[in-house]
C-alpha cells in the first residue's frame, strides 16, 4: 500500500509564496518521476511541473520563472516552491508519482490534493 501526503496549501495574497510539499509512504521500491498537477473549478487538471528521479523538470509554461519542484529522493518527497502567485494559480493542487512497489509493480498514484487560494 502507498499513500502521497499533500502538505503546504493555503491562502495567500497576490505576490505571495506557498510551499508544497508531497510524502510517499509505504512499500515503495523506487520512484521515477514525480509532478504537481492542479485543478482549477470548471477546469480540467493540467500538469503543473514534474521532475524526474534524476532531476531533470518540466514546467507549465503560465508558472516558468515563478514555481521551482524539487525533489529528496531519500525523503520520498517532492516539493513545489510557489513565488509571485496570481489570483490564476487558485486550484486544488495535486501530487503525482510513477513507482515501483515493493513487488515491482508500477503504479501511478494520487495525493488528496491541497487547494491553494490566491486573493487579488
Known amino acids: 500500500q502507498v499513500q502521497l501526503v499533500e502538505s503546504g496549501g493555503g491562502l495567500v495574497q497576490a505576490g505571495g509564496s506557498l510551499r508544497l510539499s508531497c510524502a510517499a509512504h509505504?512499500?515503495?521500491?523506487?520512484?521515477?518521476?514525480m509532478g504537481w498537477y492542479r485543478q482549477a473549478p470548471g477546469k480540467q487538471r493540467e500538469l503543473v511541473a514534474q521532475i524526474t528521479r534524476d532531476g531533470s523538470t518540466n514546467y507549465a509554461d503560465s508558472v516558468k520563472g515563478r514555481f521551482t519542484i524539487s525533489r529528496d529522493n531519500a525523503k520520498n518527497t517532492v516539493y513545489l516552491q510557489m513565488n509571485s502567485l496570481k489570483p490564476e494559480d487558485t486550484a486544488v493542487y495535486y501530487c503525482n508519482a510513477d513507482l515501483l512497489d515493493s513487488l515491482i509493480r508500477r503504479s501511478d498514484y494520487w495525493g488528496q490534493g491541497t487547494q491553494v487560494t490566491v486573493s487579488s
Open positions: 509505504g512499500s515503495i521500491f523506487s520512484i521515477n518521476a
